[in-house]
């Protein structure tokens, strides 16, 4: 029994970044099968003692925290049923950990299933960005966004940059970056391209982040890495002269951001001299959101509430103020879990951020062969992913979640099982 269970749970791992491609629906089906089967297999063999650590009931606090908070609100049921099952992605983290130690080969097919799926949606989208339509036949709506695989909904560029720092780590546990630096800067640039050209700004500010921080983290390659990507702004310049396209995407994602912050499209807002956080858009979601919070600094209104309240007259902005989510992490957080649940979030971004700038210190001024650089790139995954000064979808979306929580088990493996 237990062997079948493992079997199972193997594959459901292994074809999770299949399933993300597909959608909701089956990888949020995984996830719920691998955490029941770690939890038979753990109870039946009585290793819960692998759910006893610090990080584990951090995250059970502040789970805690969010579902009781939910039975406090107008709308229970759909409060409770976002919070109280988000329980889910916690266990995941130590369900992939412990499944991986079950079987080491898992990791390495795993590694290949990601690589593969993650080149197939690239080339796919660029297929798409070139023809209008992708090999499924799923047309560009939007010219200035490419979907490619995932049909109408725009998260290609989510999807890839929440799956880059596992996939470094991948390189970096198989392949040694000094002896492969033209594979590592190859993957580095497609990547980017592809996120670039998916229209997606905030996963492209998020990709230059992550890409600073694989410049400071790599002594040995930063001349390669300035001589490599200072060719790509040449070639990138000079196709903008012959290719209106080209030359769209990059006035939409590079240029056309700084003037809706800083610039305003309105006479009467030229008038007014006002200034908005990103867009008015956002802008309206951000105040409302602090109005929120401003009424129930504590504890906020509740998660998932921001949707219901946000009609309120004591938080209505404009006709930009309702939506399902404020369209950021801190800010949804501060409306709907208050005070405890914004410091929860924040405690985990700055310890992440203590550990990237204390080994980029190590690397720098010490010893870099003390340096597990899988276990990192995963750390350096958790910062981007929490990076604060940028909109980002809603943290109790299912989707979103698993993309999140889900190299967090990678992290536990890979620390124990350094090879550099």
Known sequence: MTKFLENISFFLIISLPIFLVTGPFLSDMSVILVDIFFLIIIIKEKKLTILKNKYFFFLIFLWTYFSLRSLFVDDIYLSLKSSLFHLRFIILIWAISFFLDRNRKIFFIFSKVLIITIAIVCLDALFQYFYGTNVLGFKQENPDKLNGLFNDEAVLGSYLIR?????????????????????YLFILSFLGLIIFLSGSRSALFLFILFSSLFFLINIKLRKLIFIYFFCLSLILITLMQFNKKISHSVYYNLFDPFRTMFFDNTSSEKKDNKKFIFTKVYDSH?????????????????????RILCKDKRYYINEFSCTTHPHNFYFQLLAENGIIGFFGILCIFIYSTSIILKKIYIINFKDKNFINYPSLMIVIGIFINLWPVVPSGNLFNNWLSILIFFPIGFLIFLGKNKIR
């Open 286 to 306: 951000y105040k409302t959101a602090l109005n929120m919070f401003y009424d129930n600094k504590i504890f906020g209104v509740g998660t998932k509430m921001y």
């Open 163 to 183: 799956l880059t720092p596992l996939i470094f780590a991948i390189l970096y546990y198989f392949l040694n970056p000094e002896k492969h630096h033209f594979l």
